[in-house]
């Protein structure tokens, strides 16, 4: 195991990350490594395979519980098992779990209880993405997703049994889906119940697999859902729809199925929260005197009165025109930036005119230029 890297490391994620934040990093290091983006870069598919061994541990509660306590050791498939090598960290040359010596002597904490194979469980969650106009994050909408999950057989309802036929019961374990083993221990030889490996605790065999699944119960498939997407959703926001994962087990509930929303740019507005931002050019006149304009909004057009003496850079705020608070009540504003565009190839006679009207400008007319020009005046003087 000395050759391997942390998986936090893998990940680039502190040991003490969220779920959310596992999963995040691992679609940014998936797809920055995947054998698609990399056709013939051996050591782009080594550190994908690497991410998805890291997120296969770390995504599941008991591999990570373990790992963050014995490390590799913890999630190696022979953990618990014994050593008969001397030296492994054990004075008595083997690996003892302590767990199984109290199993053995008193029934195991809480009543030495295993997980059963045939309980119900959950299916696990499946991620999608789907991509929006600005206008479509901003309003909310309607879309169609269409994603992979795995689902329960039809043709054998997800025993893995052909039609017809039916499951066994296993002539290893009697049906139970626990064998008994011997273990040596400095107490001794004792007795621990391990899962059956024939039956895998199912306490079942199949002689005839079904020909559709192979004998695994469950298939990939390919689902359109449509999902309704809120207004004011944003970039990187997850959707989350219930009961549309990979199927549960033993009939137990699906999964949930995680929507990565993207969102377009726009050509004239920018998000800042739930604020829009617009510029809007205006002539040298226009700023100056002061302009009646036409504003772009979500909602459509609205009209402004610029005052005169209006500076580049100036801000106004439309009140209300930003975007819906996601799944509350209210609304951001919308904020307009001038910018105040100066006239190119003026002719002749437009230069003579723009010559005369400086000509007739005083310091009065441009207060900043003043100020600045009287501040450079005392710094050298």
């Not at 990350?17 to 990093?25: F, L, M, P, V």
């Not at 767990?99 to 119900?120: E, H, L, T, Y």
């Not at 469980?121 to 789907?130: P, T």
């Not at 975007?323 to 002749?348: C, F």
Request: hydrophobic residues 25%.
């Amino acid at each position: 195991m000395a050759d391997k890297r942390d998986y936090y490391e893998v990940l680039g994620v502190q040991k003490g990350a969220s779920d959310e934040e596992i999963k995040k990093a691992f679609r940014k290091q998936a797809k920055k490594y995947h054998p698609d983006l990399n056709p013939g870069n051996k050591e782009a598919e080594a550190k994908f395979k690497e991410v998805n061994e890291a997120y296969e541990i770390l995504s599941d509660k008991d591999k990570r519980s373990r790992y963050d306590r014995y490390g590799f050791a913890g999630v190696d498939p022979n953990f618990g098992a014994g050593s008969t090598a001397y030296g492994g960290g054990n004075p008595f040359g083997q690996d003892i779990d302590i767990g199984d010596i109290f199993n053995s002597f008193f029934g195991g904490f809480g009543g030495g209880q295993r997980r059963n194979q045939n309980a119900p469980r959950r299916g696990s969650d499946v991620e999608a993405s789907l991509t929006l106009s600005f206008e479509e994050a901003a309003k909310g909408c309607k879309k169609e997703v269409t994603y992979q999950n795995v689902e329960s057989c039809k043709d054998c309802n997800g025993t893995g049994a052909a039609s017809g036929t039916q499951l066994k019961v296993c002539s290893e374990c009697n049906g139970t889906g626990q064998v008994i083993a011997q273990k040596r221990t400095p107490f001794g030889v004792v007795q621990t119940s391990q899962t059956c490996e024939k039956c895998r605790g199912k306490g079942k065999v199949i002689e005839k697999p079904c020909p559709k699944c192979s004998g695994v119960g469950r298939i990939r498939s390919t689902r359109t859902v449509t999902v309704t997407v809120p207004p004011g959703i944003g970039q990187d926001q997850i959707l989350n729809i219930g009961g549309h994962g990979n199927s549960g087990y033993n009939g137990g509930p699906a999964g949930d199925l995680h929507v990565y929303i993207s969102v377009k740019k726009h050509e004239l507005f920018e998000r800042k929260g739930d604020d829009v931002w617009c510029d809007i050019p205006l002539t040298f006149s226009q700023a100056a005197l002061g302009h009646e304009v036409i504003v772009p909004t979500l909602d459509g057009k609205a009209s402004y009165q610029v005052h005169p003496g209006t500076q580049p850079g100036d801000i106004f705020k439309l009140r209300g025109k930003g975007i819906q608070h996601l799944n509350s009540k209210g609304r951001g504003d919308q904020y307009v930036r001038v910018v105040v565009e100066v006239p190119r190839n003026l002719t002749a006679e437009q230069k003579k005119i723009l010559k005369q009207f400086e000509d007739s400008c005083s310091p009065n007319n441009y207060q900043k230029r003043s100020s600045f020009f009287d501040k450079v005046k005392k710094l050298f003087n």
